[in-house]
């Protein structure tokens, strides 16, 4: 069947276009898109061609690329020897594309089991997926102080999954004031600019001393480097956000070895493929729980979403991404009824 899908042909280039795919094969689901979201580090990185984008293993740089991996629909069609979802089903799709259908191994498309569920909801709830193992991995405890620095999709998704964690007080950092304003609607207690002079004699005060828990999305080595300023003794630092830049010089020995804080890798990749433990969920598990968690009002994902676009408008919408550092927090693609 003939499909479309938005492609990066070149640096710094989106298009629409058809292509052919399948019928689903064994162990495949084919979904029939209504939501897809944009993921803004990510798909800047892919568009402008930056070749650190798929962790650990990323290719070298070649176009055309694909990006769109946060999606959500309805299954049309299984392949032999699925069980879990059936057709006509409604369902989050991880890993798939910025496509009007998508063929993807079942495994990767998670049901969504919750009637008040918009699909506009649930095409970010695996980007969600994100910040939330982050914050397992940190172990955060009722009543413990955490932060959040930068304050992209990412670090408004961690924002509020703190709050549902119990953190406080939760402290969100980011030197744009918009980003800020929408941290403090998403449940933090104190937002501030971290290129403020006394940044950190503020987090400290407001904190008793240091923060327990931080959630560092920013990616760059001076992010780091201020979070760690602001961390209490025996303190967690996730690393989050994507060090594309390798730009790194911190004083560890000052300010991680003596003061004994742990830092944690968080790429979304470094989990389980197959059994959740504590500390340590699924892709299928975390989407499930962040899809809970909305159910249940203890998260809200929907009043985030900023802007929605058709596919044919994915030029325009790109090179906004590529050149505003303001970009909305959420975008999304709507592929018809």
């Known amino acids: 069947m003939n499909v479309q899908q938005i492609i990066f042909p070149e640096v710094n280039k989106a298009a629409l276009i058809e292509r052919t795919i399948g019928e689903p094969g064994a162990g495949q689901v084919l979904v029939k898109t209504a939501v897809s979201t944009v993921s803004p580090g990510t798909e ?36 032999a020897g699925v069980t ?84 406080t007080p939760i402290i969100a950092a980011d030197p744009v004031e918009s980003r800020r304003a929408e941290a403090l609607a998403g449940g933090a207690d104190y937002a501030l600019d971290p290129l403020a002079p006394d940044f950190a004699q503020t987090v400290k005060s407001l904190t008793g001393g240091g923060v327990n828990a931080a959630i560092e999305v920013t990616g760059v080595g001076a992010g780091l480097d201020e979070t760690l ?8 630092v996730a690393l989050l956000g994507c060090t594309r830049d390798k730009n790194f010089t911190i004083d560890y020995y000052r300010k991680v070895h003596c003061p004994g804080i742990q830092l944690i890798g968080a790429h979304t990749n470094a989990r389980p493929m197959q059994e959740s433990h504590p500390g340590y969920f699924t892709h299928q598990d975390d989407i499930r729980a962040v899809l809970k968690l909305c159910a249940s009002g203890r998260m809200k994902l929907a009043d985030m979403v900023r802007e929605q676009h058709t596919p044919d408008e994915c030029q325009a919408v790109y090179d906004r991404l590529i050149n505003d550092r303001n970009f909305p927090i959420v975008t999304q693609f709507k592929w018809g009824e």
Request: hydrophobic letters at 45%; charged letters at 20%; glycine letters at 10%.
């Open 229 to 236: 300023d602001c961390m209490a003794k025996f303190g967690r």
């Open 84 to 167: 879990h979802v059936k057709e006509g089903d409604r369902v989050v799709v991880f890993w798939g594309t910025h496509s009007s259908y998508n063929l993807v191994p079942a495994s990767q498309a998670v049901k969504i089991e919750q009637d008040g569920i918009s699909f506009d909801e649930a095409a970010f709830s695996f980007i969600a997926t994100f910040p939330l193992a982050a914050v397992r991995k940190c172990r955060v405890e009722l009543g413990e102080s955490a932060m959040v620095m930068g304050l992209g999709l990412l670090g408004q998704l961690a924002v509020r999954l703190l709050r549902a964690a119990g953190a």
């Open 44 to 79: 800047r990185a892919n568009i402008t061609g930056d070749a650190n984008v798929a962790g650990a293993n990323a290719p070298s740089v070649k176009f055309p690329r694909a990006s769109g991996y946060s999606s959500a629909g309805t299954v049309v069609k299984t392949g």
